[in-house]
């Protein structure tokens, strides 16, 4: 398959004029004229597949319900939106229940019909019970690294979330840095505990100033120790709910094109309206699409990628660093980068066509258009 005459962000993300050719699900070639006949996408905009590496749950299907149904239900919503790469994200649960989910996972990869599932990311069980937003404290544990390497044995973890403070939690980051991103997550880390993790073995930040202590002129915290790091990585909910967007923008001044990411923090009522729902063992109530614990506590996120690109165009991030933010760097936490993320020759073909109006018009998820034959 050829698709012709489209503007296209290559692997340095500037628009250029060019055909790209598919082959065996693979981008085979991308020129200015490659001969035959093809797809012609005149006035369209070809980018790489959005890639959503923090999510539990989309379009009524969540992690937690170990099942291969409900992962189906995530994986076709997502690509509706544009998203043809995800992290299945785990809460803090007990061992049996992690396990279960990760058995689900594994099973599910090769049966896929929408976005194709990732490794998995596990938030939590090593939180700080300070921090816990709507994580269950009753489940939050230390650091153990025989846990997470029983866990990995059942499928692929890519990103393992730790708060940096608690017990274990160096030694742990130390031991497992080398075969996950360790994230500083539902952290009430100090600036200098921050940096004590930074220097062990953690490289990223999850859904930055979410569960982390404000940043304060005597007492900078965990996020002020991110941010000026010249090597660690960042997500945003950038839902507009979450973060004002002056905050957003702020955090992409200062972690630069590279190291500033989005992800969705999903739960099961993206994409199904208001209601009463379960995240991670506790009921959640959605209202106008904010999604809170009976206290009022926020509960994950009821938005989508694609949303969020769109508020970051809004809130006046360029185009090329709105589209790696979603794509490359994502792609690049999760340990995906060499398979995905770009528009370059040998990558999955896990391609977009934007119109004129930026609006998703086609998807291709390993070279094959996806159709949304079935909902759920």
Not at 49 to 69: K, L, S, T, Y
Not at 180 to 187: F, W
Not at 244 to 250: D, F, G, N, T, Y
Request: hydrophobic share 40%; charged share 20%.
């Amino acid at each position: 398959m050829i698709l012709k005459n489209a503007t296209v962000y290559d692997a340095s993300f500037c628009p250029q004029r060019l055909d790209v050719q598919i082959l065996d699900g693979r981008i085979a070639a991308l020129a200015p004229q490659i001969p035959g006949d093809g797809v012609n996408l005149a006035g369209c905009t070809i980018v790489p597949g959005f890639v959503d590496i923090h999510i539990h749950g989309c379009g009524g299907g969540d992690v937690a319900d170990a099942d291969g149904q409900s992962l189906q239900k995530m994986s076709r919503y997502l690509a509706r939106q544009g998203v043809t790469s995800f992290c299945p994200t785990t809460m803090t649960l007990p061992r049996a229940q992690l396990e279960a989910q990760l058995r689900a996972v594994e099973a599910y990869k090769h049966s896929c019909t929408g976005a194709r599932p990732l490794s998995v990311r596990l938030e939590g069980p090593y939180l700080s019970v300070e921090k816990k937003g709507a994580q269950a404290g009753a489940y939050i544990r230390p650091a153990d690294v025989e846990e997470f390497h029983a866990l990995r044995a059942i499928t692929a973890i890519s990103i393992i979330d730790v708060a940096p403070e608690t017990e274990n939690a160096l030694v742990f980051a130390a031991s497992v840095c080398g075969e996950a991103t360790v994230s500083a997550a539902h952290t009430a880390a100090t600036f200098e505990q921050m940096q004590a993790g930074l220097y062990a073995g953690f490289s990223h930040g999850t859904h930055l100033f979410n569960a982390m202590p404000p940043i304060k002129n005597r007492d900078p915290g965990a996020v002020t120790a991110l941010l000026l790091s010249q090597s660690a990585t960042a997500e945003m909910i950038c839902d507009g709910f979450h973060n004002h967007p002056a905050v957003v923008r702020m955090a992409y001044q200062m972690l630069g094109a590279d190291r500033f990411l989005v992800v969705s923090d999903a739960m099961r009522a993206a994409g199904t309206g208001d209601g009463t729902f379960v995240l991670g063992g506790q009921k959640v109530y959605v209202r106008n699409g904010q999604a809170r614990l009976a206290d009022g506590t926020i509960a994950a996120s009821t938005t989508n990628l694609y949303q969020e690109f769109r508020n970051l165009l809004r809130w006046g991030i360029p185009l090329c660093d709105a589209l790696k933010a979603c794509t490359v760097n994502p792609a690049r936490v999760s340990g995906a980068d060499a398979e995905i993320g770009t528009v370059e020759v040998g990558k999955r073909a896990d391609l977009l066509a934007l119109d004129a109006d930026l609006c998703v018009r086609h998807v291709w998820i390993g070279g094959k258009e996806f159709t949304d034959t079935e909902k759920g």
